[in-house]
């Protein structure tokens, strides 16, 4: 199964194509943090600050939960195509930083995603 990681901003629209979306919008916003604003979820700073809270970890780990069961069961049933969509704000950080934890997690379940930042430098 060929399998994609989108991050976006809500404020630019919904990736149309995706087939799962997910909004984390609730977790804290480096672009309100003065040092952090410029910079993106590429950059290790605001990695560090996105996953530093409690509600990253509790996302992440129901997401790897929920991914285990649905991957493997969308290539039994022979789904050929599978598109993961993650929102923030603008696309520029908590997206990003959430997309790239997917695309490891995916990983590390045997799957080779390609992992794409829609909205980056926007």
């Known amino acids: 199964m060929d399998t994609s990681v989108v991050s976006f901003g809500f404020k630019h629209g919904l990736p149309l194509d995706a087939d799962l979306v997910f909004d984390c919008r609730f977790l804290p916003n480096p672009h309100w943090v003065p040092e952090l604003r410029a910079l993106t979820g590429l950059d290790g700073a605001v990695r560090e600050y996105v996953l530093s809270g409690p509600d990253s970890e509790a996302l992440l780990a129901r997401l ?3 991914f285990e069961l649905v991957l493997p069961a969308y290539a039994r049933e022979g789904k050929s195509y599978l598109s993961i969509a993650i929102g923030c ?16 997690m995916m990983r590390r379940l045997g799957f080779s995603p390609t992992v794409h930042h829609r909205d980056l430098g926007r």
């Open 64 to 66: 790897s939960d929920l």
């Open 89 to 104: 704000t603008g696309g520029q950080h908590r997206s990003v930083v959430i997309a790239e934890e997917v695309g490891a």
